[in-house]
């Protein structure tokens, strides 16, 4: 690749890694670090290089042209191949919130078009300056945009049903998909395709973003205070009495008292952690010093984990309604274990 190619891809990607740098120092909570952001790029590249041969297979075997193809095929293609990535951290529980949802979307759809931009100024050196960063500029943009809105939307959805299934990124990666086939159709006209790109996606990105970390301070104080007042009633003795508690005698039928015994134990412990993830981002919020994790909390992560086992699935899925009534609440224990 010569040098001018570099300059040209340089000036195209510069305002998207601008755009990258500033969903980070937005973050109030400080979710993702800055080497976990350069791993979402380079997967997304990763990525781009793999969906080539697989494009070169489908385009090979379709029967229409190659306009015809980048507009109804390739979007399907290669939203999948960046969803796969996001799919693997929503399901493990690293990415739980809109907010990080968004940065590792956009990451990875940066470090995918970072790839596809080389090749494509790589094979059309006849291009003008012009027509190569602007077509740059726009698919950047774009890939960032579609995978973020693909993120978001299933981290939202499973986040409500942590236990579901896989149909639930199914919304997002067809909104994704929609937005790559009708960017790809206004290519013919690579100025209006970049100008619409740029006009609706950073600024949805952004509105949402702000919109996600607003939520996530709502559901920090609520949960906040209904956690508190759980120890409290368990400690005080009065938990039995509460919904929460006949709810957990209600399974006595189902249980032996050791195992409700657990049950309590888990709950309690539970809530504990619970509390201390929560310091942990009122603290990042705050821009204070984050304390490192103290042996007490991982003591206290590891008997959680043998109860846990203890109990047993069958329990654990008793549980779920006292400990897990949203994917937040999976995600909030990984934080401390990080």
Not at 7 to 17: F, R, W
Not at 201 to 228: A, H, N, T
Request: charged share 20%; with cysteine.
């Amino acid at each position: 690749m010569n040098p001018a190619t570099l300059v040209h891809a340089s000036i195209a990607l510069l305002p998207v890694l601008l755009f990258l740098a500033a969903l980070l120092y937005f973050d109030s909570f400080k979710l993702l670090q800055p080497r976990t952001v350069l791993a979402m790029v380079a997967i997304g590249a990763v990525a781009a290089a793999a969906s080539y041969p697989i494009n070169t297979f489908a385009y090979g075997r379709f029967p229409g042209e190659f306009q015809s193809y980048s507009r109804y095929v390739s979007p399907w293609i290669e939203e999948f191949v960046k969803a796969v990535p996001l799919l693997v951290l929503i399901r493990t529980r690293r990415v739980g919130m809109q907010v990080d949802a968004a940065i590792v979307g956009f990451a990875i759809g940066t470090g995918f078009a970072l790839v596809e931009n080389m090749y494509y100024l790589a094979s059309r050196p006849q291009a003008t300056l012009l027509v190569q960063v602007i077509r740059g500029f726009g698919t950047a943009i774009m890939h960032g945009g579609t995978t973020t809105i693909l993120a978001m939307i299933s981290v939202t959805l499973y986040e409500k049903r942590p236990g579901s299934g896989l149909y639930m990124f199914l919304p997002g990666y067809l909104a994704a998909v929609v937005l790559h086939s009708g960017f790809n159709q206004l290519l013919v006209r690579p100025a209006l395709a970049t100008l619409v790109v740029l006009l609706v996606l950073p600024f949805g990105i952004y509105c949402v973003f702000q919109y996600s970390e607003r939520v996530l301070r709502d559901w920090l104080d609520s949960d906040l205070d209904s956690k508190m007042a759980l120890l409290e009633s368990i400690q005080s003795g009065t938990f039995l009495d509460s919904s929460s508690g006949r709810y957990l005698r209600s399974l006595r039928e189902r249980f032996r008292g050791e195992d409700l015994a657990d049950m309590l134990c888990y709950v309690r412990l539970h809530g504990e952690l619970a509390v201390r993830a929560k310091g942990v981002l009122l603290l990042r919020e705050s821009g204070m010093e984050e304390l490192p994790i103290d042996a007490e909390t991982r003591d206290s992560l590891a008997e959680l984990s043998a109860l846990e086992r203890a109990i047993g699935a069958t329990g654990m899925l008793a549980l779920r309604p006292l400990i897990m009534a949203s994917g937040k609440d999976v995600w909030q224990l990984r934080l401390l274990r990080r």
